[in-house]
């Protein structure tokens, strides 16, 4: 005989008008849904809010109980929203809860859980609307509840985690850097009010991991991004098959390796994301709200995969994934411009292998609806005018589209000039200008542009350390520019030079990568 059963049999003892029936009313809404938290039964859910409207028309306005009462059904409506998704819920949610802490004043004993229940609430329609005094009342009101539970309360480590996710999210918004460190300093806080056992150990080494992560790309520092992958690894042994956040934890141990492959090329790093993101893709069937990104992401480590071995059938599978993810973001959808972007990339590199002009074109129309999608200010425009320009030279270079160097030149000149000297970015954007100053040198020989593209080429040699991803590629880029004013103005210094780096190139190339094959032609050319 389970609680609701013996809930709803005390109800029955409790005809209406009876004394106590509103308390019966609360304790089998109370029961519903902690059975709902446990089974995810929707009629569960909708039966206790029912109740609770109930519950509230018996105990109006100056009842002792009604600030319980309007907390319950909050909390009932923000569980509906969190399933269902209805807006109207939410926004009952927020209203009820701020009567509930008007009920609740300073020295009150529920005061603290209904500044913390509020807060929640509006960081979930911060969430929803993006309105950013959402997340600043939420803010101060997890302030607030922590000032109320001090060290040793029960529930400090929720006001913590809570607060931390808020700070995470406001420097998501807007960049200050002050809330990350303090995301960092309270999720440590909140870890280790939660020892071995705690059952909300899971969620603070997940959360922790997340911020530090954030942190690595911030500052790129190797230490941060290391916890990150250690406490990611932590959360997932605490989170077996069929746990409902096994996928979350799955998808972002992938990205720290997917980093950590980016920065020091560790093939067995970039083999386990794909091993992760096919595991946590297997739980989002068609239809799961959230499978689009697990599409957009498994496509991402194929090509990256791809780039690395030459394997056509990665690149086959993340063109279809790609295409996959693109129709479940429809126009206004948010990441749209992610998922062209993605397709583009993957069309123009099965163009670069098998030369099918389609594939470029197509490339080139995704890369103008990725650019409508970002104008100038967005985060990403920068990056939409890098890889759109790739697109378009090499349509000049291969004759087989008609479009001008100019402007692509032009874009990425702009570009550079609005990103800082160490923004990840930088080196592929000085490496794509680059090649287009080359193909313009090679159609009209105008030398400025030979002795521009040497000294970006440098540049982004300077970005790619050793055992950077893409150094190979920047070697190999500079002694084509350093090789090209060789023949233009005989001096042995560039050839001596452009014949080093060459060398360094085909070493870090992979044998059967089309980069390798091109990089061991150069070097026999710049030999003879």
């Not at 803010?139 to 000032?147: D, G």
């Amino acid at each position: 005989m389970d609680d609701v059963f013996r809930k709803r049999a005390d109800l029955e003892r409790r005809p209406p008008r009876s004394n106590g029936r509103d308390v019966a009313l609360f304790n089998l809404a109370a029961a519903l849904r902690n059975r709902f938290m446990k089974g995810g039964k929707s009629g569960d859910l909708d039966e206790a809010i029912a109740l609770l409207h109930n519950v509230l028309e018996l105990r109006p306005s100056g009842h002792r109980d009604r600030s319980s009462s309007l907390r319950e059904l909050a909390l009932c409506l923000s569980d509906r929203y969190d399933s269902q998704g209805a807006v109207a819920d939410l926004e009952e949610a927020v209203t009820l809860g701020r009567a509930a802490l008007e009920l609740c004043l300073p020295g009150h004993p529920n005061r603290a859980v209904s500044l913390y229940n509020l807060a929640c609430s509006l960081r979930k329609r911060f969430h929803k609307h993006s309105r950013m005094y959402d997340l600043e009342e939420a803010i101060q009101l997890h302030r607030a509840a922590l000032e109320l539970r001090p060290s040793g309360h029960p529930d400090r480590s929720s006001s913590l985690h809570w607060l931390a996710l808020c700070l995470s999210n406001r420097y998501d918004s807007q960049g200050a850097v002050a809330d990350l460190e303090e995301a960092v300093k309270l999720g440590r806080a909140a870890l280790q009010l939660c020892p071995p056992r705690h059952p909300d150990r899971a969620v603070s080494l997940y959360n922790l991991a997340c911020n530090l992560r954030t942190r690595f790309q911030k500052h790129a520092r190797t230490y941060d991004l290391e916890e990150g992958i250690q406490l990611h690894r932590a959360a997932l042994e605490l989170r077996p098959s069929g746990h409902r956040d096994r996928s979350s934890s799955l998808h972002w141990l992938a990205l720290c390796l997917s980093d950590r492959y980016d920065s020091q090329g560790a093939v067995a790093d970039l083999e386990e994301a794909v091993t992760l993101r096919r595991a946590a893709l297997e739980v989002h069937l068609p239809g799961h709200p959230h499978r689009a990104v697990f599409l957009y992401s498994l496509a991402c480590n194929l090509r990256t995969r791809f780039q690395k071995h030459a394997r056509m059938n990665d690149l086959e599978e993340a063109i279809d994934l790609h295409r996959a993810a693109l129709k479940l973001r429809p126009s206004g959808h948010c990441d749209r411009s992610s998922s062209l972007h993605g397709l583009a990339l993957c069309l123009s590199d099965r163009y670069d292998s098998q030369g099918l002009a389609a594939d470029l074109e197509e490339a080139i129309s995704l890369g103008h609806a990725a650019l409508e999608l970002c104008p100038q200010g967005h985060p990403h425009h920068d990056l939409s005018v890098n890889r759109l320009a790739v697109y378009v030279r090499k349509g000049f270079r291969k004759r087989t589209l008609k479009h001008d160097l100019k402007k692509p030149i032009g874009m990425r000149r702009a570009a550079l000039e609005l990103l800082p000297p160490r923004h990840p970015d930088r080196s592929s954007l000085l490496r794509s200008l680059v090649h287009c100053l080359l193909d313009r040198y090679d159609d009209r020989g105008v030398v400025g542009d030979l002795e521009e593209a040497v000294t970006h080429g440098r540049a982004a040699l300077a970005l790619n350390p050793p055992r950077h991803p893409s150094r190979a590629t920047s070697l190999h880029d500079l002694a084509q520019c350093l090789a090209k004013r060789f023949r233009h103005r005989p001096i042995a210094a560039d050839l001596d030079e452009a014949i080093a780096l060459e060398q360094e190139a085909l070493q870090l190339f992979t044998p059967g990568n089309p980069c390798y094959d091109v990089s061991q032609r150069c070097l026999t050319t710049y030999l003879q």
